[in-house]
């Protein structure tokens, strides 16, 4: 059996832990200060624990921080962090602790820091590759390698340099998040809670495809903003590169999303890669204005970057300015993404599991 990790636990949850090992109730709360307010990176420096209890934790547990093997900076100042991984198949809370070693998968998953201005926003992952399978996205062409657990994911926001200036997170790195979504809440659990980060929910953003029950369930249970993959307003053609479009139909999505309030700070968003000749004239467009009309949202255009044996390529400039033009004429608010990280293939749909520079 492995190590059970800490990382992702509660304060109630690590109170019985310490207890268990038979050190004072008061424990798990000073084990959850050092994890999720000074974001430690190992048991050893729960300096306020005494040394035995130290070693006993550690000989039961471990924190759960995976130092990055390998680091890309772009000349935009985006990094980009390799971490390696065990994942499982099994989505579930308790599937790590309930696998052999032998059992568990090793991958390798990227998470994306990008600066601007006085921000510093996580892109971080969810999954090890993906099994979406949408045909202009590297992740979902390397295949699907596993789940990550709670600790995985939190683990990209304490492993990395900045982990004390990150000021938002955007759950948009490797996998589809609801597809995982058992250990994605608890990880927007620790980051949302007062006992955790303690960040409000519009601080991060959660980004799909539309996987249907899960999307409900956020959508109830959850806070934070959220941002759908369309790419295109025909079903036909959406389901030509995005196979979930057969088992999830983006009018669903649409439907589903009408039911709930965006009218406050929470925000909805859809997320439309250009693509030459493909998605970006007139009649795509007008679809979707009719779509989008009447619901409170932005729609983000962004520069599809070129990816091996894929034969097409981004809209020009001219062409995404007239797209967004329109759009926000018909009382739609639409902007243009800024790509960033393009030169260590850490920008949109690039990501697969090593660096393009190192």
Known sequence: MVKTKLLGKTPDELKQIAVGLGLPAY????????????????IDEMTNISKAGRELLSEHYELGVSAPVGLAES?????????????????????????????????????VMIPDADRRTLCVSSQSGCRMG??????????????????????????IDERHELTNCVFMGMGEPLDNYENVRRAIEVLTADW??????????????????????YLDECKCHLAISLHNPFPDERLEFMPVQGGFPLEEVIRLIRQYDFSGQRRVSFEYTMFAGYNDTKRHEDALIRLLSGLECRVNLIRFHKIPDFPYIS?????????????????????????????????????????GKE
Not at 78 to 100: D, H, Q, W
Request: net charge positive; with cysteine.
């Open 27 to 42: 424990t798990g709360k000073q084990i959850a200060q050092w994890m999720y307010v000074k974001r430690v990176r190992s």
């Open 315 to 355: 809209s020009s400039e001219r062409i995404m300015e007239a797209f967004r033009d329109r759009l926000n004429a018909h009382g739609i608010t639409c902007t243009i993404r800024a790509s960033r990280g393009e030169d260590i293939l850490a920008a949109c749909g690039m990501l697969a599991g090593r660096h």
């Open 196 to 217: 955790g980060f303690g960040w409000s929910p519009k601080r991060i953003t959660l980004s799909s495809i539309g996987v249907l029950p899960k999307l409900k369930m």
């Open 75 to 111: 000349s935009d100042g985006t990094k980009k962090y390799l971490f390696p991984v065990s994942c499982t198949r099994a989505g579930g809370l308790n599937a790590y602790e309930e696998c052999l070693e032998s059992e568990l998968e090793s991958a390798a998953i990227e998470a």
């Open 134 to 159: 949408c045909r202009f996205c590297m992740t979902g062409r390397q295949g699907f390698h596993g789940h990550l657990s709670a600790a995985d994911i939190l683990s990209q926001f304490i492993a």
